[in-house]
């Protein structure tokens, strides 16, 4: 029977990455007052199917090889790029989580999508389903040869400490709507947590919930504290903000539900409160939200067979 809580190393690491640390660079484009006639030795040359168009940095459409093949039968092969292209590009942020770009290749069904700067639009680079796939495996293994550094002692390390009961605990602010920093907590516990020898399969799920809980506090909050304690049994995380609250906990738990507004969702923050998400990672989980006050959550990760045997979902 496979674990329903069984988190694999891709599931957490489209997480952890930015879009701009998978997308490529070094993107061919042209400018709206090229020729069409000019796409043809372009699109054959670099065996591409679409190009961006960029005036002065900034995107400003898009053309395609099926834009080509139309002009071409109109017999408009003279016409500038700009009457031609697409204004409207579904684009993606560079500094968004890269676990929205696979969302949205999912749910659009593009081939790639160009990714620009959420301030100013400028051009950033592009990204397609094989820069992820290339992305991931170049961040498996630097992961794997920093795992080897810090392995020399981590298998003992509640071991060497002589108490009767050890508790260790880290602290993180998260500041609210600071979009450019969203995911930093979860990703500097986890590296946390690999340091001190921490089992992988309990990290990753760590840090997905945490990544989940994180988000709810940048989202919808002014800010909010994270509180990890971890002892040679568990890593219990407590999430507490002193924002708006949440009415309905029940239909929160709802996968897919959000309260967010449409410009979070255009900011590629707002696939959903991630509380399903949370329940699916945890091994037990505890929330406590009251309306105009604030909302406190409690996930709890077990690192032995044992105290998991006896463990049970609450919300």
Same mark, same amino acid.
């Given at each position: 029977?496979?674990?329903?809580?069984?988190?694999?190393?891709?599931?957490?690491?489209?997480?952890?990455?930015?879009?701009?640390?998978?997308?490529?660079?070094?993107?061919?484009?042209?400018?709206?007052?090229?020729?069409?006639?000019?796409?043809?030795?372009?699109?054959?040359?670099?065996?591409?199917?679409?190009?961006?168009?960029?005036?002065?940095?900034?995107?400003?459409?898009?053309?395609?090889?099926?834009?080509?093949?139309?002009?071409?039968?109109?017999?408009?092969?003279?016409?500038?790029?700009?009457?031609?292209?697409?204004?409207?590009?579904?684009?993606?942020?560079?500094?968004?989580?890269?676990?929205?770009?696979?969302?949205?290749?999912?749910?659009?069904?593009?081939?790639?999508?160009?990714?620009? /700067?959420?301030?100013?639009?400028?051009?950033? *680079?592009?990204? =397609?389903?094989? %820069?992820? +796939? &290339?992305? !991931?495996?170049?961040?498996?293994?630097?992961?794997?040869?920093?795992?080897?550094?810090?392995?020399?002692?981590?298998?003992?390390?509640?071991?060497?400490?002589?108490?009767?009961?050890?508790?260790?605990?880290?602290?993180?602010?998260?500041?609210?709507?600071?979009?450019?920093?969203?995911?930093?907590?979860?990703?500097?516990?986890?590296?946390?947590?690999?340091?001190?020898?921490?089992?992988?399969?309990?990290?990753?799920?760590?840090?997905?919930?945490?990544?989940?809980?994180?988000?709810?506090?940048?989202?919808?909050?002014?800010?909010?504290?994270?509180?990890?304690?971890?002892?040679?049994?568990?890593?219990?995380?407590?999430?507490?903000?002193?924002?708006?609250?949440?009415? /309905?906990?029940?239909?929160?738990?709802?996968? *897919?539900?959000? =309260?967010?507004? %449409?410009? +979070? &969702?255009? !900011?590629?923050?707002?696939?959903?409160?991630?509380?399903?998400?949370?329940?699916?990672?945890?091994?037990?989980?505890?929330?406590?939200?009251?309306?105009?006050?604030?909302?406190?959550?409690?996930?709890?990760?077990?690192?032995?067979?044992?105290?998991?045997?006896?463990?049970?979902?609450?919300?």
């Amino acid at each position: 029977m496979v674990d329903e809580k069984e988190i694999t190393k891709v599931q957490e690491l489209v997480y952890e990455l930015k879009v701009g640390q998978v997308m490529v660079k070094d993107v061919i484009t042209v400018t709206p007052h090229n020729l069409m006639s000019e796409l043809r030795d372009l699109l054959r040359d670099k065996r591409i199917s679409g190009v961006p168009v960029v005036d002065k940095g900034r995107l400003v459409g898009l053309v395609s090889i099926e834009d080509f093949i139309k002009c071409l039968t109109d017999g408009k092969m003279g016409s500038p790029v700009e009457e031609r292209m697409n204004r409207n590009v579904k684009t993606l942020y560079d500094n968004e989580p890269l676990v929205h770009a696979v969302k949205e290749f999912d749910r659009m069904g593009y081939g790639r999508f160009p990714v620009v /700067d959420r301030e100013s639009g400028k051009l950033m *680079g592009i990204i =397609t389903k094989g %820069d992820i +796939i &290339r992305g !991931l495996l170049k961040k498996m293994e630097i992961d794997y040869q920093e795992e080897e550094i810090h392995r020399y002692r981590a298998s003992h390390f509640f071991e060497d400490i002589v108490a009767d009961k050890t508790t260790l605990i880290f602290q993180y602010n998260v500041i609210g709507k600071d979009f450019d920093r969203a995911g930093e907590t979860s990703s500097g516990l986890k590296k946390t947590l690999r340091r001190m020898g921490i089992s992988p399969k309990a990290i990753r799920r760590l840090a997905i919930a945490t990544y989940e809980a994180e988000m709810n506090i940048v989202v919808f909050t002014d800010g909010g504290e994270i509180t990890a304690r971890v002892t040679p049994q568990e890593v219990r995380v407590e999430v507490v903000d002193s924002g708006p609250g949440i009415p /309905d906990i029940k239909k929160a738990m709802e996968p *897919g539900f959000s =309260t967010a507004p %449409d410009w +979070i &969702r255009e !900011l590629g923050f707002g696939a959903g409160m991630g509380l399903a998400n949370i329940r699916k990672c945890a091994d037990a989980m505890h929330l406590e939200s009251t309306v105009g006050k604030g909302t406190r959550l409690e996930i709890t990760v077990y690192l032995n067979e044992k105290e998991k045997h006896g463990s049970g979902n609450d919300s």
